[in-house]
Nanobody, 121 residues
Framework: QVQLVESGGGLVQAGGSLRLSCAAS????????IAWFRQAPGKEREFVAV????????YYADSVKERFIISRDNAKRTGYLQMNSLKPEDTAVYYC??????????????WGQGTQVTVSS
């Protein structure tokens, strides 16, 4: 069983950067795709980005394309989300998830507890 713990959230000004980390435990880490989702107050959870188990495929939501970079280091059992040029509308709780390579949350069985990202204008 894989467990996920996010870190790296915080408060940043618009235009700034943050890097989120998703640390995993468990022997089957490398068989999962890793994705990031986010949920703002009063809104549904939305897809942000996904990286395949090998790291050779990535896919992004249009709203973050060209600004965010998803990656993973299987040796360190850690996934990353580098967020650049942050906007106030990026404010949300960010969750990492492990599962099948998809933009739909229904394909992810494992979720972290979430980390808050707040972008001030």
């Amino acid at each position: 069983q894989v467990q996920l713990v996010e870190s790296g959230g915080g408060l940043v000004q618009a235009g700034g950067s943050l890097r989120l980390s998703c640390a995993a435990s468990g022997r089957t880490w490398t068989t999962y795709a890793i994705a990031w989702f986010r949920q703002a107050p009063g809104k549904e959870r939305e897809f942000v980005a996904v990286v395949s188990w090998s790291g050779d495929r990535t896919y992004y939501a249009d709203s973050v394309k060209e600004r965010f970079i998803i990656s993973r280091d299987n040796a360190k059992r850690t996934g990353y989300l580098q967020m650049n040029s942050l906007k106030p509308e990026d404010t949300a709780v960010y969750y990492c998830a492990a599962g099948r390579y998809s933009s739909s949350p229904q394909f992810y069985d494992l979720w972290g507890q979430g980390t808050q990202v707040t972008v001030s204008s």
